[in-house]
């Protein structure tokens, strides 16, 4: 049976797609370099109370730019580059390498049917997209 990189990660969209799982790359830093940019500004328009009122713009500014980036995990995995694809494949087929299937609806059906299965492959998933990606995971609800 030739195990698929494609089915592997057509299951792991159906799982994080089933979860609601959204990500996004954390911006932290130009959130940082708005808010100290604009804290800068104000302080030399209006000195001391131009860094408090710029530094607090600038953090309203800075989170705003840095929001509403989430994008669903399913398109996040079919946009990973095929070396990507290779890495969740070698961690996804540790944990399914006992299963017998012979396509992606079947293994899909059989992971989706134990509860155990896909929490291990869920864990996985959110420790490579937090670890690997640097990514900041949500659930919609």
């Known amino acids: 049976m030739p ?3 494609d089915d592997i990660i057509q299951l792991l969209c ?3 797609q ?3 799982m959204q990500a ?3 911006h932290s830093g130009k959130g940082a370099l708005v808010t100290g940019a604009v804290a800068f500004v104000g302080g030399l328009v209006g000195g001391p109370p131009g860094i408090a009122v710029g530094g607090a713009v600038g953090g309203l500014l800075g989170a705003w730019i840095t929001s509403g980036q989430f994008k669903p995990v399913p398109q996040i995995l079919m946009e990973l580059p095929p070396a990507e694809q290779q890495k969740l494949f070698n961690k996804a087929t540790s944990i399914i390498r006992n299963l017998d299937w012979t396509d992606a609806v079947q293994l899909t059906a059989l992971v989706m ?3 155990a299965l896909q929490q291990k492959l869920l864990g996985m998933l959110v420790t ?3 670890s690997e990606l640097r990514a900041e995971i949500r659930y919609d609800d």
């Open 3 to 5: 195990i698929m990189v």
């Open 24 to 26: 996004a790359v954390k």
């Open 113 to 115: 049917g134990s509860d």
């Open 128 to 130: 490579y997209i937090t």
């Open 14 to 16: 159906s799982i994080s």
């Open 18 to 20: 089933e979860k609601r």
